[in-house]
């Protein structure tokens, strides 16, 4: 199993540009997320979905748009990018069923960094 | 408003020594704490959890102590090595819901020789 993984691994846009980060998981979870993390900041939650056709906000998601149409694909996309998004970004995903216990598991990461 | 506060943000110890890094939580609702672990470069790493119906979790040399009255727990590293050096972020969820983990800030260890 690859687990997660994401691409691409860096990009450099300029400011209004879009772009769109891929993620992808083959461990048939049912639950993915996409986090930001900035120095100082810990990782915040930008969308997560609860399977195929299901997405929710989380607590950063201005800016940014998700769709889940398979189990296995999460991509994130940015639109008019902005200096504010330049981070690192990190895909996860976990079982989920209800089970607040289980392990999330991340991708290796995107450093985005807008110019 | 920061729902899960890690300190220190952080931390040189040396080779052989104890880390401690400390997480407090405000949302009684949260009852399962996992900490992960991430190397430069990489993803964060579930490393240990723990639930708050026991006060201690011990998995080797990593060991977590909760604190259910004072919402506080923390991680202790015992005997660190230099290839503990990373970052370490505790996190809070609740069970039930859907799962959506808040993180502290994180703590950048470095152990050195």
């Known amino acids: 199993n690859a687990g997660v993984t994401q691409t691409p691994k860096f990009r450099i846009l300029k400011i209004g540009q879009s772009m769109t980060l891929q993620c992808t998981q083959d461990m048939n979870h049912n639950y993915m997320y996409w986090y930001r993390q900035d120095p100082g900041m810990g990782l915040k939650l930008i969308y997560y979905?609860?399977?195929?056709?299901?997405?929710d906000k989380g607590e950063v998601p201005n800016g940014y748009n998700v769709s889940r149409s398979t189990t296995e694909d999460f991509p994130l996309r940015l639109e008019l990018a902005a200096p504010s998004q330049t981070s690192v970004y990190f895909c996860a995903s976990s079982q989920g069923g209800g089970q607040g216990t289980d392990t999330q598991y991340f991708g290796p990461g995107t450093r985005l960094t807008v110019l | 408003q920061q729902q899960v506060k890690q300190s220190p943000q952080s931390l040189i110890v040396q080779k052989g020594g104890i880390s401690i890094i400390n997480c407090a939580y405000e949302n009684t609702a949260f009852d399962y704490f996992p900490w992960y672990q991430q190397f430069p470069g990489k993803g964060p790493a579930l490393l240990i959890a723990?639930?708050?119906?026991?006060s201690e979790k011990k998995e080797g040399r990593f060991t977590i102590s909760f604190n259910k009255s004072a919402k506080q727990f923390s991680l202790h590293i015992m005997d660190s090595q230099p290839g503990d050096s990373a970052t370490y972020f505790c996190?809070?969820?609740?069970?039930?819901?859907?799962?959506?983990?808040?993180f502290g800030i994180g703590t950048k260890l470095q152990v050195i020789p």
């Open positions: 723990i639930r708050p119906d026991v």
């Open positions: 996190a809070a969820t609740a069970i039930q819901g859907y799962q959506k983990v808040t």
């Open positions: 979905s609860v399977g195929a056709g299901i997405t």
